[in-house]
C-alpha cells in the first residue's frame, strides 16, 4: 500500500465541501488526465447524504463529483492559477451496478478521467469501484465557474 498524496483534511482544504460532507479520504494518484482517490465515508452512519433505506447508489456520483473537484483544483495549483469552483452540470450514461453503498465493507476507489474541455467546462468519464467490483461509472459535464461576459 503506497501512502496517499493527500489525506481527507487536505482534499477538504481543496474543494467546496468541508466536514462530513467532503466525502473522500485519500488521494492516492493524480496527472493532468486522470485522478485516483479512495473513500470510507459511505460505511460511516452518520453520513450526511444517508436516507432511512442507506446510502443509496446515485450517491456515488457525488463521490465522483468531488474527485473532478480536487482534479481541477490540483491542475489550477500546478499551473500557478488557483481553481475556481465549477459545478456539475450533467451526469450521462450512468450505470448503477448495485442498490447502496453503505453496506460495502471496504473502501470505494474513485476515478475520474479527464476526455476534453475548454476553459468553460471539462468533460469527464468516471468509475467507482469496490474490492474490483463496479459500483458506479458514467460521464460527467463540469461546467467552470466563468463570468457571462457583458452581453
Do not use: K
Request: hydrophobic share 45%; net charge neutral.
Amino acid at each position: 500500500m503506497t501512502t496517499p498524496l493527500l489525506d481527507h483534511a487536505g482534499i477538504a482544504a481543496r474543494i467546496p465541501h468541508s466536514g462530513a460532507m467532503c466525502l473522500l479520504g485519500e488521494l492516492d494518484a493524480w496527472d493532468r488526465d486522470h485522478v485516483v482517490c479512495h473513500a470510507a465515508s459511505h460505511r460511516d452512519p452518520a453520513h450526511p447524504l444517508r436516507t432511512a433505506s442507506g446510502l443509496l447508489s446515485p450517491c456515488a456520483i457525488e463521490y465522483a463529483a468531488q474527485a473532478m473537484a480536487l482534479h481541477g483544483a490540483l491542475i489550477g495549483a500546478a499551473a500557478g492559477s488557483p481553481a475556481t469552483p465549477g459545478y456539475l452540470a450533467s451526469a450521462r450514461g450512468v450505470r448503477l451496478h448495485r442498490l447502496r453503498l453503505d453496506d460495502l465493507a471496504g473502501d470505494l476507489r474513485v476515478e475520474a478521467r479527464r476526455g476534453a474541455g475548454d476553459a468553460r467546462q471539462i468533460l469527464y468519464t468516471f468509475a467507482i469501484s469496490h474490492a474490483g467490483e463496479p459500483v458506479a461509472d458514467g460521464r460527467a459535464t463540469v461546467v467552470l465557474n466563468t463570468p457571462l461576459a457583458d452581453r
